[in-house]
Nanobody
Framework: QVQLVESGGGLVQAGGSLRLSCAAS????????MGWFRQAPGKEREFVAV????????SYADSVKGRCTISRDNGKNTVYLQMNSLKPEDTAVYYC??????????????????WGQGTQVTVSS
């Protein structure tokens, strides 16, 4: 089984920054895309960002485009989400995820087979 563990969440003021990390184990990391999703209280889980197996291809939700950067370090089996200019509406539990199909690159949550437990991001105004 694939294990994903997020870290780096916390409480920040609007305009601040956070870098989330997701450490993976249990599977060859470099063959699979990695995604970030978030879920606010009472809201559906939504796509944030995805990065391809090689790191060459990325995609972002319009709501975070220009403020967030996804990256990965395959040597460390870790994917990152750098978040800048944070807004109160960014408040959510952030999850990393990976599909069970090598090289699959998608923004669709239902295509992701493995999920971490999430890390809380709270942005105060």
């Amino acid at each position: 089984q694939v294990q994903l563990v997020e870290s780096g969440g916390g409480l920040v003021q609007a305009g601040g920054s956070l870098r989330l990390s997701c450490a993976a184990s249990g599977r060859t990391f470099s063959s699979y895309a990695m995604g970030w999703f978030r879920q606010a209280p009472g809201k559906e889980r939504e796509f944030v960002a995805v990065i391809s197996w090689s790191g060459a291809r990325t995609s972002y939700a319009d709501s975070v485009k220009g403020r967030c950067t996804i990256s990965r370090d395959n040597g460390k089996n870790t994917v990152y989400l750098q978040m800048n200019s944070l807004k109160p509406e960014d408040t959510a539990v952030y999850y990393c995820a990976t599909p069970n199909t090598p090289s699959l690159f998608t923004e669709l949550a239902r295509m992701y087979a493995y999920w971490g437990q999430g890390t809380q991001v709270t942005v105060s105004s």
